[in-house]
């Protein structure tokens, strides 16, 4: 927001700046608008008739030292060129007067530091000419272009005022925006009643127009999400029965099956299986994103999951001849639901082990770090598979994304496993990175804040 704010004030000062460059590269110029004329031919005739009296009595002297000063000078001439009371002492005054006299009109002449003008002044039946010498070189002097202390302060107050004015509903917006696009639908610009009579927000104009559709449009995703999530709890739901019918269905048709009809029964099965697997981790991570925190937590070890888990995914990973490495820290406890956060390790665990080559290599490290003053437990999952293209990294922690083209699947999964964990790790507060390693492979890091208890 201070960008913001610091544009807007160095935009109209900038501005301001250049309108008054503008008027002082000529500075004289604005002598021969019309709304100057009449005031200043009315100075020139009013003072001139001051010197013809003094001239026609003999008290130019007097009267010079009256209306001349350092830097400024009125005097008279006759219409043939001759000074009669007062001298302004520059160059080229003659021919200014001749020229007046000839043309019976006010006449100018600008030099680089001062301005010469000559006007016709009849008086008591003779013709004088007047000729006054000033010395503003700029018209920021001349018109007081050049604002004052009072002026400079009270522009800086509203020119602020005004910044901040466009700034602050900015700021609110980008706020929620951040906010939405970390998974908080239920975020909105929200406004008090003394902003709200500030920046008009009861009435029509474009702000509030804008915080207005800002949030209508977080209205509607939030219940476009809350009504996809509830379709595919439901439909999960609804799938369970006729699932669990089709078990039973399978196990009494299995007596009475041919040898060549078993075989379609195991694939029968076998997909049955899946779809079941497939509706389970859809109901996890629908439970997952209806929650916020975790109400009932105790103190859980990270590292006594992981011991847990390693011979279910020690036996999966003979399979394909993987072998599965560690490092524990005994150390590592965090506060939080032991099965969701089991969940989400055992489900990087197995995206490993599907995923690496034959013979590959898999380590599950658990750490207790301290970082900034704060004290996190880790989980980290290693792999030396084929690793996932780096546009795609964020990617892969959205639910049914699956980067096809990264990977040499060998079991077709569903893209909801690094969802899980992703929420998981977000209702504990904590946080989930993926990268790719430098010597091959992907690494996916999961990190808690640590609990001092022990378990």
């Known amino acids: 927001m201070f960008r913001l704010v610091l544009k807007i004030f160095l935009a109209y000062w900038i501005a301001a700046g250049v309108v008054i460059f503008v008027l002082a590269i000529e500075p004289h110029r604005p002598l021969h608008h019309p709304e100057l004329t009449d005031a200043l031919d009315s100075s020139l005739a009013m003072n001139g008739r001051l010197l013809v009296d003094a001239y026609e009595t003999g008290r130019c002297s007097q009267v010079e030292d009256i209306l001349d000063t350092k830097t400024d000078s009125l005097a008279i001439a006759s219409t043939d060129g001759k000074l009669l009371c007062g001298d302004p002492g520059v160059f080229g005054e003659e021919s200014l007067i001749l020229a007046s006299a000839k043309s019976g009109k006010r006449m100018t002449m600008d030099h680089a530091f ?44 509203v020119t602020l005022f005004l910044a901040f004015l466009v700034a602050l509903p900015i700021r609110r917006l980008r706020k929620a925006a951040r906010e939405i696009a970390t998974g908080k639908l239920e975020a909105r610009v929200h406004w008090g009643k003394v902003s709200q009579r500030v920046y008009g927000f009861k009435g029509r104009d474009d702000i509030a127009k804008l915080v207005q559709d800002f949030n ?73 994103e209806s929650i916020q925190e975790i109400e009932v937590q105790r103190a859980v070890s990270l590292s006594e999951i992981v011991v847990d888990l390693l011979p279910d995914v020690q036996y999966e990973a003979a399979q394909t001849a993987c072998s599965i490495t560690t490092r524990i820290d005994p150390d590592c406890n965090v506060r939080g639901d032991a099965e969701l956060l089991r969940a989400a390790v055992e489900n990087i665990v197995r995206n490993a082990v599907r995923y690496v080559p034959e013979a590959g290599v898999i380590h599950v490290e658990t750490r207790s770090i301290e970082k900034d003053g704060k004290h996190l437990s880790i989980v980290r999952i290693s792999d030396n598979g084929p690793g996932i293209p780096e546009d795609e990294l964020k990617s ?3 639910p049914f994304y699956r980067a096809d083209k990264s990977r040499q699947w060998k079991q077709a999964g569903f893209g909801i496993g690094l969802a899980i964990a992703n929420r998981a790790a977000s209702v504990h507060g904590g946080t989930i990175s993926i990268r790719n390693r430098q010597e091959g492979g992907l690494m996916v890091e999961m990190r808690f804040p640590s609990c001092l208890e022990s378990v």
Do not use: F, W
Request: charged letters at 20%.
């Open 114 to 157: 001062y301005q010469l003008i000559a006007a016709p002044l009849p008086d008591h039946g003779k013709s004088y000419i007047v000729v006054l010498k000033n010395s503003y070189s700029s018209a920021l002097q001349m018109y007081g272009l050049l604002p004052g202390y009072t002026t400079i302060s009270v522009s800086c107050v």
């Open 216 to 288: 209508h449009m977080a209205e509607r995703l939030q219940a476009l999400a809350e009504s996809q999530r509830l379709l595919l709890r439901d439909v999960s739901h609804e799938l369970r029965s006729p699932l669990a019918r089709l078990h039973v269905g399978l196990r009494l048709a299995r007596p009475e099956a041919s040898p060549a009809m078993r075989v379609h029964l195991d694939r029968i099965e076998s997909e049955t299986q899946r779809l079941n697997d497939l509706i389970g981790q859809i109901l996890s991570l629908s439970y997952l």
């Open 396 to 398: 892969v922690l959205e």
